[in-house]
T-cell receptor, first 113, second 113 residues
Framework: KAGVTQTPRYLIKTRGQQVTLSCSPISGHRSVSWYQQTPGQGLQFLFEYFSETQRNKGNFPGRFSGRQFSNSRSEMNVSTLELGDSALYLC????????????FGSGTRLTVV | AQSVTQPDIHITVSEGASLELRCNYSYGATPYLFWYVQSPGQGLQLLLKYFSGDTLVQGIKGFEAEFKRSQSSFNLRKPSVHWSDAAEYFCAVALSNDYKLSFGAGTTVTVRA
């Protein structure tokens, strides 16, 4: 079956712009999580959604937001981009929760110039 | 404070030699434990996970990990490394009601011929 699909793979944006990243989970998976990966901070949790409800949120400013649709697809949005937002953004999905482990997508590489 | 520590930033190993990657955690209760691998420019692939029961866990690609409660450790091992094992390895932990993974800083493995 298809894995976790993230689009686009690469993005270049200018400071001050906003960006929307998309994630399609594995079919049947209702939980979707987002992570930011940078060389300096490593892998950091952004937020998790289940059945369109945010169940947990990491320590990121309000410029970072997300949502989940009824088909479990998820988007995350970053407004007023800063240079420090340049990162690999990873999406992960799971069927029944943490117990089953998470399957990650290949990520979206965002570069802010 | 809760934390996940991977003491080794970089390990170089000869092809065919054994490999052990260390992971220590600091949590009030025993969390769920995971090892992930990331190849350059890719997402994370789950190698194995531990929730309870047998403390020696078998994973994919010939990897195994041993959970030691007394040492709060979950070390990853492989008896004979292949060149294709060169990658970055992440230890991760999760609590059952947290819906997120907390990652260690990662260990980069280089395999020399």
């Amino acid at each position: 079956k298809a894995g976790v699909t993230q689009t686009p793979r690469y993005l270049i944006k200018t400071r001050g712009q906003q960006v929307t990243l998309s994630c399609s989970p594995i079919s049947g998976h209702r939980s979707v999580s987002w992570y930011q990966q940078t060389p300096g901070q490593g892998l950091q949790f952004l937020f998790e959604y289940f059945s369109e409800t945010q169940r947990n949120k990491g320590n990121f400013p309000g410029r970072f937001s997300g949502r989940q649709f009824s088909n479990s697809r998820s988007e995350m949005n970053v407004s007023t981009l800063e240079l420090g937002d340049s990162a690999l953004y990873l999406c992960a999905s799971t069927s029944m929760g943490t117990l089953y482990g998470y399957t990650f997508g290949s990520g979206t590489r965002l570069t802010v110039v | 404070a809760q934390s996940v520590t991977q003491p080794d930033i970089h390990i170089t190993v000869s092809e065919g030699a054994s490999l052990e990657l260390r992971c220590n955690y600091s949590y009030g209760a025993t969390p769920y434990l995971f090892w992930y691998v990331q190849s350059p420019g890719q997402g994370l692939q789950l190698l194995l996970k531990y929730f309870s029961g047998d403390t020696l866990v078998q994973g994919i690609k010939g990897f195994e990990a041993e959970f030691k409660r007394s040492q709060s450790s979950f070390n990853l091992r492989k008896p004979s490394v292949h060149w294709s094992d060169a990658a970055e390895y992440f230890c991760a932990v999760a609590l059952s009601n947290d819906y997120k993974l907390s990652f260690g800083a990662g260990t980069t493995v280089t395999v020399r011929a």
